[in-house]
Each structure stands twice: as structure tokens, then as C-alpha cells.
């Protein structure tokens, strides 16, 4: 009998326990809701805490070791800049409040603004700087950033707020880059201090420091007193990641979500038409498309690729998988871009062309594998590929591999058509380098094309716009006609937050800095 | 009693050895190493390599795993490869987050599986027979994923009664935290309720028709005392099995509930350890989960002797 009464008791604790929460389910329920009205109704301004929901857990918060968009989320508010954008993509000062370029194009001059102290109270100067440089630049780093510095020399501090950084060659997209992470400022107290571990306790001189963070759960920034600019309207940012893009709509809707950083294409008319939220949208700056293997067949055959280039019809991915809120690509430059050559067409899908190619082509029955992410829009994209291609007798396969193995494949050239982009970046060069030159990283299939490396090196060493912009004018006509890799679409940048939120400005590289941000 | 624990013990030792290995050549099969996923796009071939180094991924294979099971074999797991954290100090934060959603998850269970089971069994053929049956079949056959976006959309989108997905701890706001994980626990409690509802009626039924309960109604005593005192308990063993066994199942189906409800347990961790090759969590990760399931089947071998004394453990007479 004694055993039975044991199991009784645990009967008894586990209703009490769903007693209990049963009640207070209906106490806070309605706290919850009552909550909900008061945002509603904007009397949000007791509100200090904005909530923002990211598309997934930020890897690194380390700069000089970051190397996707979500981190960069969080990385705004922490850490400025020696130069940062302005909504038109124009590069402004930031902690370097003027600069010199030398004639040669060699030699950048950096200012630095007064007063500047990290998080931790180190003081903000020159040293900083170089610290920063050599960081990047050490080998035994293994940085992501790498890439974007490697054309240092080396850097002098020439006083206390003067700061001279050498380069091997000409390379005007350079201050485009520090518009990103490799112009982030690390504290180097800080980053001597925690060493390996300075991703769990960042330290930089931005508008929020860090305060806390919860694996998988929450990172909280708060707002830094000492900082050298307009301090932040918002006390306290949370961010949150909501992986599911349905939970995460779900969570700005009726949840304690503020604003989310990624937004489905599928919801845009949903939030559109609902009064409690609002969306806004800026055109991308990036690029999706098909990387092309030149190296396999059937893909080795010129008029076979440019068959499927100007087979495919853009507009109707646009339309189909991406609502709308994409612009159809012919190049790595949308049209907002300086670099944009507005004399490309865009292929309408022009079969009997197509059709005609692939006749000259030679080559019978032709099929070739895509391979995508396992995520709707780049499945549905791949399946619409399929379709217009089954018109002109070309069989596609659809393969899909999550984004690591994926990467293998890509860099082990072990694939005949990928679906990858990239979201572009502040400099032109930065976006087409390092997919179309001979030693670019991304230049899967390692395509080594004189007049391309000829065309992106001259537009490395020119600092005349007007120039730069003819040239990758003339590189895009080429990227087109070669057809390695099939431009698609350029996806807008999207973003939704609750109707309160105001003060957000949509800068082009789609990351939210919260410190203009308030609630009315 | 002594040897059986021992044997038990030493039969643990090697289930989690082999766990260890199989999941450290799972993990080195997969395509995509966690360098390249930590550089992404922008990985050059030097940084890849330096990285790779520095994370002593170009040791040879045997050797990496020596070097994990030494340390591992003194609680240290080693260190993410993500962000340099300690593995053991991350699963200690995130095992309570789980445990209380494994736990939300069984007592809903076992509250709708007990008197599912036997009003079922007690009124075989009548239409709540039916209706409980329907119930199992149907829960059995939901998925907790697609339960849980259900869920989600009826009182959340829909009456607005819950808070969609999030987590608080225990400790910091009791009612709210409980709140949270009511629909995550009950996608997982309903496929579990339904499992044991079906055993349980069963078990039940079988008991029912034997002789001693048939003594127990001859002699006078109520409905409800046969059905409780003796048939209950005595049908429970099969049942126990089942909870031990779908313990496993429920810890398999946290992965994807915690990521839908963005709940911060184990099974998150797992998630987005696996995705970014992060391998060091991946393999403390499962190994707890392992460790998890094989003490708790061991409890149930236990829990047998307590409910029927007839039973003793390890084969004493």
C-alpha cells in the first residue's frame, strides 16, 4: 500500500501544479492584454525598452570574427565606426571626423573626434586604432575582416588623434569598408583582458554597451552615459531570435516584439494590412542568382549558359516568389547604385532566342542540378527556374543542402548551378570582387577572365566616381555576356515594427541603429 | 540488488561510450566544417586555415576524440566554437530550462491520460470509449511541430490569451514562466497523453477481465475501488515501460518545440550547435540527453518493484 500512496502523491502535486497554472493563466492573461491596448492606444512613453527580434541567434559579437548579417544587428549598437553611411549611401564621418586621401591613393589620413572613451573607460585614439589594424591583419586571427584590410601596409599614429594608414596599392573602396565591421573599434584593454572570450563581453565605444546575454534566449544593451555623440532615446534594447519567420511575425503582432529585422516576403500585404504594425521597405542593395559551374559540363558550353540567362524571366520570380518587393537583376548593381549600367536590359524570358542558342549549343537532351538552401523562397525560386527552362527542353533537378554543406560544395567546386548571394556592400568593389576575380574567395569555379581582373583592378585604383562608375559599367556588360553567373533579382530590405516605434531611419545596409529610435 | 545496480551501471558506461563515438563520427561525417561555417562567404583560404588550426581541427580524428573523452571524462566538455564558452557551464544553464519543459510536458500527459484511459476502459464501447480512442489516434498522429504553430494561431493570433513563444526562468517570475511553456509543454504533453492512453486502456482492459477483480466486485466492493485500488496499479507496469521509453521521443521532439517557442533549453542549443557545426556543444549536448534517457529508464526498472512487490530487481528470490 505504502508504494501507492507515493504514486498518488506525485497524481496530486501534478494537478495542483495545472490547478495553479490554469488560474494564474487567466490573471496575467488578461495583464497581457490589458498591456497590449496601452501600446496600442501610444501611451507607450513611460516605455524604456525596445524589443527587437533578429532571424537568429548572433554567432559572434566580436567584429574582426563575425561573418553574418544577424550579428551586424547587434553590432551597430555597440561599436562605431571610423566612417559610417548616411541614408544615401553617402560615407559620413563617425569616429573619424575628417580625413585625407594622398593623391597616389595610397595614404588615408584619419582624424579622430575628441573625447572618445570605450565602454570600459579606455580612452578612444590613435593607438586604438592600429591596435584595431593589427588585429585584423594578424594571421593567427583567422578574421573574416581579413579580406578587406589585407591591402594595409601598415598603420602610424601620428599623434594622439591622428592616425596615417598605408597601403600596398591604390584601393579607393577602402573607405567603403570601414563603413562596416573592419572599421569597428574594439577596446584593446578589453580585448587583452578577455582574449578568446571577448565575444561573450564586447567593449566598444558605440551608443548601447553590452549587458548581458543568454544563449538562444536574449542579448540586452544599455544605454552608455559617457558616449562622445547625442546619447540614446532608448534606455535599455533587448534583442530576441525567432528563427521561424511566422513566430517571429507572430511575436511583432501580438507578442512584445518591437521590430523585426527580417520580414517575409509572403507577409508584406499581411503587415500592410494590419493597423497595429507598419513595414518599411528600401531597395536592396544585394544580389541573388545562380552561380554557373564552367568547369562542368553542360555548363562549359558558352551559348548553353547564355541560353538558360536569357530564358529565365526575372519579372516573374520577382512577382511570384518574392511578392513584388524585389527588383529583376541583370547585374550585381541595382538601380539605386552609382555603378548600375542602365543600357542592360533585363531578359524577358525570350525563348525562341533561347531555343535557338541551345540549338547552336549542340547539345542534346541538357540537365543540370541546382543547388539551394532549404528555405521556401529559394526552393520556389529553383522550381520556377525549372519550369521556364522545361519549355525549351532542359531538364533541372532541384538538390537542397543546408547552408554548410552547401558552402562545402561550393568551395570544392562540387556542383553544376548554386542559388547563392550576397547581400552587397557600401563600395561597388566589394560586392563584384571577390565572386569575378580571378582570386576572389567566392569565385567558386575559379574563372579567370583577363578583362575582368583588368576592369575591377582600375576601378580599385581610380577615386573618380565618374570614372569607377564607366568601368563597372563595362564589367557588368561582360559578367552578362560570359554567363557564369545569372543575375536574378535584387530583394528589397525590409523591415516591420509596431506603429509606436518612431524615429527609424532605413539606412541601405539594412542595419537598425536604435539609438534615434523612440516610442510615441 | 547490489549487482544488478552494478550491472546496470557498467551496461551504462558502454551505451554512452558508444553514444560518444557514434555521434563524434556523425558529426566529422557531415559535410561543411565549422571554419568555413564561422567565416561564411567571406572565408580566405589563409584565414580558413589559421582558424581550422587554431581550433585543432587538423589534429587527426582519433586523436580529437581521445582528447574530448579524457576531458569530458572530467566534466569538462571543452569550449564552443562559436564563442569560446565553457560547453559545461552552457548545458548547466540550459538543463533546467528543459526539465521543466519535459516535465510540464509529462505531467499534462499523465492529467489527460489516467482518466482518458480509464473512463475508456470502464465504458469499453459506449461513445466516450470512442471519443478517447479517436483522441489517441488523433494525438498520436499530430505532429508536436505542427501542434505547436496550431496552437500558436488559436490562442495567441486568435483569442490572444498567451504570449506567443519566449522564455522566464522559474525563479523570476513563476506564473509567467509557466504561462510560457503551457503550449510548448501541451505539443508535446498531447502525443504523449495519447501514447499512453492507448496503453493504459488496454493494460486496463486485460486486468479488468481477471479473476481477482471479479473476487473484488463478488465481495461488495465499489466500482471505484476495484477500478482504482487494484486495476489501476496493477496495469500500470506496461504503461511505466512506455514512459520510459517515450521519454526519448519527447526529448527528440524539445529540439523542434524549443526552436518554435524560442525557448532556451537544450534542445535549441542543439539546433543551432548542429547547424553551425559548433561541435564541442553538439556532443556534451547529446551526451546529456543520453545520459538523460539512461537514467531514466533505469528508474523505471526500479519503479517496477516498487509498484508490484512480486517484481524484484537483479532476479532475487
Redesign the interface.
Known sequence: MKSFKGWSLVAFTLTILLIVSGCSDSASGDSTREMGDKSGRGSGNGKDKLVIGLDDDPPQLDPHLSSTAVDRQVLHSLFDKLVDIDEDMNIVPKLAKDWDISDDNQTYTFYLQEGVVFHDGTPFNAEAVKFNFDRMLDPAMGSPRYGEVEQVEQVNVIDELTVEVQLKTPFSPFLGDLTDRAGMMLSPTAVKESGEDFSRHPVGTGPYQFVERELQSHIKVSRFDEYWGEPAIIKDVLYKPYTDENIRLTNLISGDVDMITVVGFKDIKKIEGNSAVKLSAKEGRGFLGLHLNPAKAPFNNKDFREAINIAIDRQAITNVVYHGAALPAVSAFPPASWAHNPSLEVPKGDLTKAKSLLEKSGIKDPSFTIKVKPVETDKQMAEMVQSMLQEIGVTVNVEMQEIGSLLSSAIAGDYEALYLGWDGRTDPDGSVSRFFMSNGYNNYAKVNNPEIDKLLTDARVSLDQEERKKIYQRFSEVVFDEANYIFLVHIDENKAMKTNVNGFIHYPDGMIRPDRIYFD | MFYFLLRRFSLMVVVLLLVSIIIFSLLNI????P?????????????????RE?MGLNDPLPVQYLHWLTDSLQGDFGKSL????DVTA?LL??VPITIQLAF?SF??A??IA?PAAIISATRKGTSLDYLSTFFSLSGVSFPPFWLG?LL?LIF??GL????????VSLAENP??S??LM?MPALALGIRLAAELTRMLRSSLLEVLQSDYIRTGYAKGLMERAVVF?HAL?NS?IPVITISGLQFATLIGGVVIIE????I?GIG??VY?AI???DFPVVQGAVMMMAFSVVIINFMVDITYS??D?RIKVGGER
Open positions: 557531415l559535410p561543411g566544417d571554419a568555413m561555417l564561422i567565416l561564411g562567404q567571406e572565408s580566405s583560404p589563409e584565414a580558413l586555415e589559421a582558424l587554431k562559436r564563442d569560446n564558452n552552457i544553464k540550459k510540464m505531467a499534462i499523465v492529467l489516467v504553430i500558436i495567441s493570433v490572444g490569451w498567451l504570449p506567443p513563444s519566449g522564455f506564473v509567467r509557466v504561462l503551457l485500488k496499479r500500470l526552436t518554435i517557442f524560442s532556451p535549441q542549443l543551432s547547424l553551425a557545426r516498487i509498484l512487490p
